[in-house]
């Protein structure tokens, strides 16, 4: 997040609080329907969910006893997810 922030405050850093706040809301609105993702298409058989705001994806999993969601990565719409999680978490 702090990544994204830093991109897009180099324009205005107004806009960059309310894009991270926004992509914050997005995360928490997943603890009361931590189903309302979708499977990524691209590591379905790991189970992952993303929800998309505006060019990016947030990709999280629900934990084993249901009971919490873990955001894994924030991922610009352009980058290739595979080689994200290859690099970032050696899938």
Not at 7 to 18: F, G, M, P, V, W
Not at 30 to 59: A, D, K
């Amino acid at each position: 997040m702090q990544a994204i922030y830093d991109y897009i405050a180099r324009d205005s850093k107004t806009y960059a609080i309310r894009f991270v706040k926004s992509l914050v809301e997005v995360a928490t609105k997943l603890q009361t329907m931590p189903r309302c993702g979708r499977i990524v298409p691209e590591l379905e058989e790991y189970g992952f969910r993303e929800v998309i705001y505006h060019n990016y994806r947030n990709v999280y999993r629900i934990t084993e006893d249901a009971k919490d969601v873990e955001i894994l990565a924030i991922v610009h719409g352009a980058r290739e997810i595979k080689t994200v999680f290859r690099q970032e978490w050696e899938l």
